[in-house]
């Protein structure tokens, strides 16, 4: 095993996981000659990983555009982790892309943990600077040099412009989704990521106690790797507002 990954068990990853990242790795390094860098991040590297809820997410930084003769491989690679359930999602960005500081960030390749690879993805270049200022805080390395010495953090501005533009969606189309409240909400209010769980346990300190007991069971559903929603449509609707709200109380922006 590379001498980057021997420590990725401290980190409360399991064994599958540490051998499904490593040969996702060696696929990575054989077949994609312009890297410059692989970083862990994500709730694997925070700590957080919570199989089959959590996905292990790799950011890969290269110098120039990704081949299409290496995406078979790499597809492969995650095959394998999948059936021996590590599910590895991976973004490829150039340096040139994460230059230009705009939105949608022109990502040159997505690699889903259960869907085709894609070379024009707009909405998932919205979210991007998420990953990006993740990788920044909590990036591992697990090829190349530390995360801070390729990257620098995510541009406030694309920052809150992506939470913005995601945060509709986020209670109809995410895991944990009263989680993703909690972690938009202090994105936007504090400036920074954290795990999901992080995020409930924040959110039980800023937000009224009518919603502790909501949070209390999205917390609860994370920690047995459940994915679903705690609660009725309508009250997490209600609990969408009341991050608004928050939000809006905290920074004037508007969702």
């Known amino acids: 095993m590379p001498p980057e990954l ?54 890969l930084l290269l110098s120039g555009h990704c081949a299409d003769e290496a995406i078979p491989r790499l597809v492969a690679a995650q095959a394998s982790g999948r059936m021996a359930g590590t599910r590895i999602g991976a973004v490829c960005v150039t340096r040139a892309q994460l230059a230009a500081a705009i939105l949608p960030v022109a990502l040159d390749l ?96 800023v937000f009224d106690a009518r919603w502790h007991g909501l949070i209390g069971k999205a917390l609860a559903e994370r920690e047995r790797g459940g994915s679903q929603a705690v609660c009725s449509p309508e009250e997490l609707a209600d609990f969408q507002r009341a991050c608004a709200e928050l939000i809006q109380a905290a920074t004037g922006v508007a969702l």
């Open 110 to 205: 997505v690699l889903p943990p259960d869907a085709e690879p894609q070379r024009d993805a707009a909405n998932l270049g919205m979210m991007f600077p998420l990953d990006w200022q993740d990788a920044w805080e909590c990036g591992v390395a697990l090829s190349g040099p530390p995360v801070r010495e390729v990257l620098t953090p995510a541009p406030r501005e694309m920052l809150t412009a992506s939470v913005a533009w995601l945060f509709p969606h986020l209670a109809a189309n995410f895991k944990n989704p009263e989680l993703m409240l909690c972690r938009a909400a202090r994105v936007l209010t504090e400036g920074r990521l954290c795990s999901k769980p992080e995020a409930g346990r924040w959110a039980l300190k």
């Open 6 to 59: 021997t420590d990725l068990a401290s980190l409360g990853l399991p064994s599958d996981a540490v051998d499904a990242i490593a040969e996702f790795v060696r696929e990575v390094e054989a077949v994609v000659p312009r890297l410059l860098g692989a970083y862990l991040h994500g709730s694997a590297a925070r700590g957080a990983y919570a199989p089959p809820a959590s996905d292990v997410d790799i950011l």
